[in-house]
């Protein structure tokens, strides 16, 4: 009779642990997912706060293209112009901004680069 008694508690402590056990993998499991939710949630923050830069410089990319295409028609109209000729007041604004709509492009390129390279995990620490 005593050993029976024994048996039944040592089953009843093996069911306590296995249950706590659970209860235990549970909480971890829990603890996992809200981890990795919030991950992912600083991840896209990091994300969309890059892409602001980069919309804003593709911005200014398309803005001075348009200006120097504006200058391009406006240096024809205007080509009588006396103070360096008309083709060299042409060629200075033109290529001024075409070599900034070329430094605004390139900033593009190394910030979606920079992204790319943080979201694929080679990129040093920020």
Do not use: C, H, N
Not at 26 to 52: C, H, M, N, P, Y
Not at 98 to 110: D, K, P, Q, Y
């Amino acid at each position: 009779m005593t050993e029976e008694k024994v048996q039944t508690e040592d089953a009843a402590v093996g069911d306590d642990s296995l249950i706590g056990g659970a209860r235990t993998l549970l909480e971890d499991g829990q603890t996992l997912l809200s981890a990795e939710i919030a991950f992912q949630k600083a991840r896209a923050g990091f994300v969309f706060g890059r892409a602001k830069g980069v919309l804003a410089l593709a911005g200014l990319a398309l803005a001075l293209l348009f200006f120097a295409l504006m200058a391009l028609v406006m240096g024809l109209l205007l080509a009588l112009a006396p103070l360096i000729g008309p083709w060299g007041a042409l060629a200075v604004v033109f290529l001024g901004l075409l070599a900034l709509t070329g430094l605004s492009v390139l900033g593009v390129i190394r910030r979606i680069g920079a992204i790319t390279r943080a979201l694929s995990g080679k990129d040093g620490p920020a």
